[in-house]
């Protein structure tokens, strides 16, 4: 298996030998309008994003409706989020985010060594973290940080950000425990935390509170409705989409095809309902010089348990900033899809409705 890392988007997309057991079907569409246009952005301030709908009948999915949850200035005070343009390295700007059930917004301000977290388009919380974490998301009624190069362990927060917890990252029992650079993400789902390696396998590392948890082990990433999900390049213009249960039963692969060629994949999440949504970074570049990007754009696909496509869109047009962004899409248990995005004047989370 090889992994092909891009510098400016910090990700691997991956051109994989796959295993004979997969069982391989193209992705089925159905009749959709051709990549809809560019979601409208809220007016200055943002819109306040309300709580996510109890999970009921799977809504219709499409990703025209924007509503910015979270619009804050580049600084270091309150409210603001820190953003530095190195002048040999890269800018440095929020490394990661995730959203809760109750419409809360955690962002990971790495430049400020801190957590903020929002709802309703303000500032309810912030605590200090390590300069060097690189990941978060909610656990439980609390946090959970990963610092892989530092501490190289996850920590289990409450509420308001005091450490209960921490997890060494050899805890998991991964074959890649000399290369914690090698973690690609934490991940919490009600039975513990969950630490990814280099997009292939997860390990369960602890329970949300942090206490010991008996081993487990999944192909790819832990799925919100069952079993697992992963995804990698299959061709230049292409993702392979792989899920399963858990279990020896074969999984399951489906071919999403795109219009532009694929600089990275961003996101394989799977809803509450069982649909799996891809986002990826797609680049078209100049004939006459193939260094030049004439379009950079991030688009979303969903495809449902059965590998039908139920929807794609495009989220975002602006060339992506080349800050080093560990985590910069999320898909909720509706649906939604959110990005966090580096704009001229300061960062934007944006939830692309179902």
């Known amino acids: 298996m090889r992994w092909v890392w891009t510098a400016a988007a910090g990700i691997a997309v991956c051109a994989c030998d796959r295993p004979p057991q ?17 979601a409208q952005q809220a007016p200055a301030g943002g819109r306040p994003v309300a709580p996510l709908a109890p999970v009921g009948a799977a809504p219709a999915l499409g990703f025209a409706q924007a509503t910015i949850g979270v619009r804050a200035p580049w600084g270091s005070g309150a409210g603001q989020v820190g953003h530095v343009r190195g002048i040999e390295g890269n800018p440095e700007g929020p490394m990661s985010f995730d959203v809760a059930a109750d419409g809360r917004i955690a ?38 940080v990963l610092d892989r190069l530092g501490a190289r362990s996850a920590s289990v927060l409450d509420g308001i950000g005091r450490t209960l917890a921490t997890v060494p990252l050899d805890a998991s029992g991964s074959p890649l425990l000399g290369e914690p650079g090698g973690v690609t993400a934490l991940e919490a789902r009600p039975d513990g935390l969950w630490l990814e390696v280099g997009h292939e396998q997860s390990w369960r590392i602890a329970r949300l509170d942090g206490s010991t948890s008996t081993a487990a082990e999944v192909s790819g990433r832990p799925g919100r409705a069952v079993g697992w999900v ?100 999320r898909v909720d248990a509706q649906g939604g899809v959110w990005t966090l995005a580096a704009r001229a004047a300061g960062l934007e989370v944006t939830r692309f409705a179902p």
């Not at 997969?22 to 560019?38: D, Y």
């Open 107 to 144: 962002v990971l301000d790495q430049v400020n060594a801190r957590v903020v977290v929002w709802q309703a388009g303000a500032v309810v919380g912030s605590f200090a973290v390590a300069r060097t974490a690189q990941d978060l998301c909610f656990a439980g009624p609390g946090f959970a």
């Open 230 to 329: 992963q995804a990698g390049r299959a061709g230049p213009r292409s993702v392979f989409v792989r899920s399963g249960g858990v279990g020896a039963a074969p999984a399951r692969e489906w071919n999403v095809v795109f219009s532009l060629d694929v600089r990275a994949i961003r996101a394989a999440e799977q809803d509450a309902h069982g649909r799996t949504i891809v986002a990826a970074w797609l680049t078209e570049r100049d004939a006459a010089d193939p260094d030049r990007v004439v379009r950079d754009e991030l688009h979303a696909v969903a495809l449902d348990a059965a590998g039908r496509e139920v929807a794609r869109g495009v989220l975002d047009r602006t060339p992506e900033a080349v800050e080093e962004t560990f985590r910069s899409v």
């Open 22 to 38: 997969v069982s391989r079907e193209a992705a089925a569409p159905v009749a959709i309008q051709a990549l809809q246009q560019q």
